[in-house]
């Protein structure tokens, strides 16, 4: 694993998860890490476990579907580090419904989350990215990529998600050679994104028959803002487990 010894991370949906898993393996490599998210009691149990274990964190509270909260942030990160060099977007929402309980406020949600936000997060670090020739990483899913299983009512999450990978692609076009950017593409995964959290009804949803666990992935998302993945951007990486062979 790369060494990230005086490199800044900041991280998006930062305080479970994904992002919690990921935040934790950059801070053990040597990163400064800044995490960002609307929970505050995760988020300072967050900041705690990675203080208690040796690394560097902090905790930002912040919604990043609000402007306000970005640029706050943005200042906060000038003022603190003076640099960026990594930029996970992993805040996303999950809301489903069939084609007739679908409303306008549920859907504007989802691509203001999952979608409008990613572009604001652009737009505001993107100049302190190019100056590091930092790292974009964006946190898809594979409901992005394609369609599958009769029944699944995924409408907003599954065209959010697919937006993302397409706004992946165009900001990789760009921003090279200054910026590198990537998405990954999760398959289904233990987090908080689920309410229900009886995982046992996912067991046959791919090939290795069970969930992710967000430790998994992270070690993916690690690699993709590392020099290891130096020759990669605009890539959509698939971490499914096998499910899109379902």
């Not at 995760?42 to 203080?51: A, H, K, S, T």
């Not at 906060?76 to 580090?81: G, N």
């Amino acid at each position: 694993m790369s060494d990230f010894t005086r490199k800044i991370a900041l991280i998006t949906g930062g305080t479970s998860g994904i992002g919690g898993a990921t935040s934790i393996l950059l801070a053990r490599t040597g990163a400064e890490v800044i995490i960002v998210g609307r929970n505050q009691e995760r988020g300072l149990e967050q900041e705690n476990f990675v203080i208690a274990e040796g690394g560097q964190i902090k905790f930002f509270h912040a919604d990043v579907s609000n402007l306000d909260d970005i640029e706050n942030f943005r200042l906060f990160v000038e003022k603190e580090y003076g640099r960026l060099d990594m930029l996970f977007k992993n805040a996303g929402i999950l809301l489903t419904g069939s084609l007739e309980e679908l409303t306008d406020e549920e859907w504007d949600r989802s691509y203001d989350v999952n979608v409008k936000a990613v572009m604001h997060m652009c737009k505001s670090f993107m100049p302190l990215l190019k100056k590091s020739k930092g790292v974009v990483l964006n946190n898809a899913s594979i409901n992005g990529l394609h369609s599958y299983i009769k029944g699944r009512r995924s409408y907003m999450y599954a065209t959010s998600k697919a937006a993302n990978i397409q706004l992946t692609k165009y900001l990789a076009k760009n921003y090279a050679p200054y910026v590198r950017v990537n998405a990954i593409c999760p398959g289904m995964t233990e987090t908080n994104l689920f309410t229900n959290r009886d995982f046992s009804r996912f067991k046959d949803v791919n090939m290795l028959g069970r969930m992710a666990d967000p430790m998994e992935i992270a070690k993916v998302a690690v690699f993709l803002l590392s020099d290891d993945s130096s020759f990669m951007t605009g890539s959509v990486v698939v971490v499914d487990g096998g499910e899109t062979l379902k």
